[in-house]
T-cell receptor, first 116, second 111 residues
């Protein structure tokens, strides 16, 4: 089946630093990638949608300058949390989707981000 | 995208079939039904999807009613590893169509 790799799986860093999370589709070309955030005991919240080679589309309330998304190739997207603060601590999950039509999204295993 | 309604929680005995219902009464003709599950502290796992016909794969079966207003995910022989939150989502086809996540059904498989 389709495999999406997300790295790192967890990270702890100091307030004010920037953190980059990578999302790779290993065995298919991802036309579209999605970035989600999930707080404890809550459902997934979509942050942004990105298509290869174009700017990401952010959901309402998500700061573009805070959460930088790059989708430079059909197999790699990155999310950079800039100048992270404790309130940015969360579980970040990416997904990738091949081609068009009714194809499902496939998810990475998530990145648990803790800002001290 | 259509809204879905699922029970908050369900229990199932290990080895028995788990039948998870989902109501999507406002579904339109072009919307697919997707099922995902999320085991604690992991990313969601795709299970199965369908448009009109019933579907089966190595993980589960998806039964969609004729009027498409509801569906049932069937795990034929539940194991302890099937304990997870199961999400039923309906979505139009299309590259940027996003998945709208509800709270899902928390399935507990008991020994």
């Amino acid at each position: 089946g389709a495999v999406v790799s997300q790295h790192p799986s967890w990270v702890i860093c100091k307030s004010g630093t920037s953190v980059k999370i990578e999302c790779r589709s290993l065995d298919f070309q991802a036309t579209t990638m999605f970035w989600y955030r999930q707080f404890p005991k809550q459902s997934l919240m979509l942050m942004a949608t990105s298509n290869e080679g174009s700017k990401a589309t952010y959901e309402q309330g998500v700061e573009k300058d805070k959460f930088l998304i790059n989708h430079a190739s059909l197999t790699l997207s990155t999310l950079t949390v800039t100048s992270a603060h404790p309130e940015d601590s969360s579980f970040y999950i990416c997904s990738a989707r091949a081609d068009r039509g009714g194809q499902p999204q496939h998810f990475g295993d998530g990145t648990r981000l803790s800002i001290l | 995208d259509a809204k879905t309604t699922q029970p908050t929680s369900m229990d199932c005995a290990e080895g028995r079939a788990a039948n998870l219902p989902c109501n999507h009464s406002t579904i339109s003709g072009n919307e697919y039904v997707y099922w995902y599950r999320q085991i604690h502290s992991q990313g969601p796992q795709y299970i199965i999807h369908g448009l009109k016909n019933n579907e089966t794969n190595e993980m589960a079966s998806l039964i969609i009613t004729e009027d498409r207003k509801s569906s049932t995910l069937i795990l034929p022989h539940a194991t302890l590893r099937d304990t997870a939150v199961y999400y039923c989502i309906v979505r139009f086809a299309g590259n940027n169509r996003k998945l709208i996540w509800g709270l899902g059904t928390s399935l507990a498989v008991n020994p």
